[in-house]
């Protein structure tokens, strides 16, 4: 966030003569209480500043870095996750790979027949199952998929960056969202890196 001049101009009070009051810090610069208010407003709620009531404004000692790194930490998998796009694990590559196409994802989640994720299949699994002369209509994706409990899951509640660390980490470009039951993990969402890019270029817009 960038500060206008008088907002600077008040942190700088804040800074020198805290805790002080909204009327305090209109006298020293000449202004009506009722023209500082939105900026005392915008300053107080993108965390600079601290209010009390009858005491007065606080600085808080964060940097304009520090208040985006801690946004960032805020964020939720459940604020950005999107639809799942699911497979039972009987079906066949070709129709997969249909699925892919139609859906426009670059990863399906495979569920067995009492809708618990089993298996992923990547655009890669997909490419390589489509090479040499098989017959993709007869061969299941639960043959080609990557299996439980080789896959990295992650939960609504979790803290966006550090799903996005994850992604990266493990080199791939999907992560499904599940709730875990006695049985094993439904599929309830899923996070990709075109997720992460909304959610950071909405971030820095809500900045601006």
């Known amino acids: 966030m960038e500060l206008n001049k008088r907002q600077e101009q008040i942190l700088q009070i804040v800074k020198d003569y805290g805790p002080i009051t909204g009327e305090s810090i209109a006298e020293k610069l000449n202004l009506t209480r009722a023209t500082l208010r939105p900026d005392l407003a915008i300053l107080t709620m993108a965390g600079y500043l601290e209010a009390r009531p009858r005491v007065g404004y606080f600085y808080t000692g964060k940097t304009g870095t520090q208040l985006f790194a801690d946004k960032i930490k805020k964020m939720k998998v459940e604020d950005y996750q999107s639809i799942p796009v699911v497979v039972n694990e009987n079906v066949s590559v070709y129709d997969a ?81 599940v709730r875990k039951t006695e049985k094993g993990y439904e599929v309830t969402g899923r996070i990709t890196k075109t997720n992460m890019t909304k959610a950071f270029v909405s971030l820095a817009k809500d900045d601006v």
């Open 97 to 177: 790979i249909v699925t892919m196409f139609l859906e426009d994802v670059g990863t399906l989640f495979v569920v067995d027949d009492e809708s618990l994720l089993v298996g992923v299949l990547s655009r890669k699994d997909l490419l390589r199952a489509s090479l040499g002369k098989q017959e993709l209509t007869a061969i299941p994706v639960n043959i080609i998929m990557t299996r439980m409990p080789n896959i990295a899951v992650c939960y609504k509640d979790d803290p966006l960056i550090d799903v996005a660390e994850r992604l990266i980490e493990k080199q791939i470009d999907a992560m499904p969202v």
